[in-house]
């Protein structure tokens, strides 16, 4: 794949095949940020999402791990020619899906179409503070945060009735007039989704200054773990982008919070 092997043909005009990108950085690599996702071949999406999964790639007959990547990408939402999206059961696999819209602020537009900070990506990208953390302690950190920071038994009871409410909203009293909800879900809601929610909301608590999860906690991340992971009838499907967050929101509105 293109993002493993790096194939040309060289001055001598026979073919070459090199590491690609990855193989480069290593075990020294934290960060892997791929633009534009869907411009990817399927059988790019097919790699990267084993990379994401496993850490590690067999490649010229040796195994290389990336013991610290975490993966980023965006993906073209307006053309459709020469793209392939990525199916939901591979989007599944991010944690987040982030809708980044333009600013709404005048200032903040401003500052984007004339500060010349702005302008080139790497110099500003180059003009952040250092991390505070060493990306070879993340892991470590992240473990203890996951296991520190405590979700009472109420809590937990709460996001298991989402859970019901978002798998069989007709069952649980989730009323949304903007489709019928015996027959919106097709699935969704998986276990592996509601852990995700779980280490999302976790984090969440931890940046509030908080040992414990609040409801709020799992609100203010439930759109951005959820939506990408329910499945709608194809004759809801194409109106995804218009009835996901209502329907996520009636859910939240069915379920008492403790």
């Not at 993966?71 to 982030?98: G, K, S, Y």
């Not at 909301?201 to 999860?213: M, P, Q, S």
Request: glycine share 6%.
């Amino acid at each position: 794949g293109d993002i493993i092997y790096h194939t040309y043909i060289a001055d001598d005009g026979r073919p070459r095949v090199d590491p690609g990108p990855i193989l480069r950085q290593g075990e020294a690599l934290s960060v892997f940020f791929f633009n534009e996702v869907n411009r990817a071949r399927p059988q790019v999406h097919s790699l990267l999402l084993r990379i994401m999964a496993e850490r590690r790639v067999t490649a010229f007959n040796a195994e290389h791990a990336f013991p610290h990547l975490t993966v980023f990408a965006d993906r073209n939402r307006i053309e459709r020619e020469e793209t392939f999206e990525l199916p939901a059961a591979a989007r599944d696999r991010f944690l987040m899906e982030v809708s980044v819209s333009v600013p709404a602020e005048e200032a903040s537009l401003r500052a984007l179409m004339f500060d010349p900070r702005f302008h080139d990506v790497d110099s500003l990208i180059e003009a952040l503070p250092e991390g505070i953390v060493p990306y070879r302690e993340l892991n470590a950190l992240g473990a203890r945060l996951q296991r520190t920071i405590h979700i009472s038994q109420s809590l937990q009871d709460y996001l298991f009735r989402l859970w019901g409410a978002l798998r069989y909203p007709d069952r649980n009293g989730v009323r949304f007039d903007a489709a019928d909800t015996r027959r919106l879900v097709a699935g969704g809601g998986s276990p592996r989704g509601m852990s995700f929610l779980v280490r999302a909301a976790r984090v969440h608590a931890w940046l509030e200054g908080r040992e414990h999860v609040l409801p709020e906690d799992v609100h203010a991340v439930f759109f951005e773990c959820v939506a990408h992971r329910m499945f709608f009838h194809p004759v809801y499907e194409h109106r995804r982008e218009e009835i996901a967050r209502p329907f996520l929101e009636a859910v939240l509105n069915a379920v008492p919070a403790p």
